[in-house]
């Protein structure tokens, strides 16, 4: 646990593996979904797995700067599922208390994720185009 804190909290030694931190949106966000599925309910252990994902969501938020400044890796992929599992989640919780932010977030987090997801299909199409997909190190 103190390395995955760590490796937020400094540079890492490579900059390809960066993207990967967002994979730490994905399993609060999918909790939070399958906890909902099997209860139906949005109380105690579901409120808790979405806000650790919204805080998560956020704080990797604030490396987008650094994160522009880097090159394009594969590894950028990383970046579509977290967030397509917290828009999901956002609209799953905002259909059943019906919380009033929620639909803001929710549409901000679904123009993101389609946002993310055509500007990587771009630039790995770019990448492809300039041959430098699947190169050695």
Sequence with gaps: MATSVGSLT???PRQAPVPTLCILIAPPAVGFLSWVALTGSVEGT???LFY???LMTLFLTTRIP???RMPFYLSW???SFPLAAMTVASWAMYE???YEPLPAIAALLLAAVTLV???LA???VGAIAQRQICRPE
Aim: glycine share 4%.
């Design 46 to 48: 579901a409120r808790v």
């Design 77 to 79: 992929w990383a970046y």
């Design 122 to 124: 771009l630039r790995t």
């Design 52 to 54: 650790f994902a919204l």
């Design 10 to 12: 400094r540079a890492p």
């Design 117 to 119: 997801v055509a500007g």
């Design 66 to 68: 650094r994160l522009a």
């Design 96 to 98: 059943r208390p019906r």
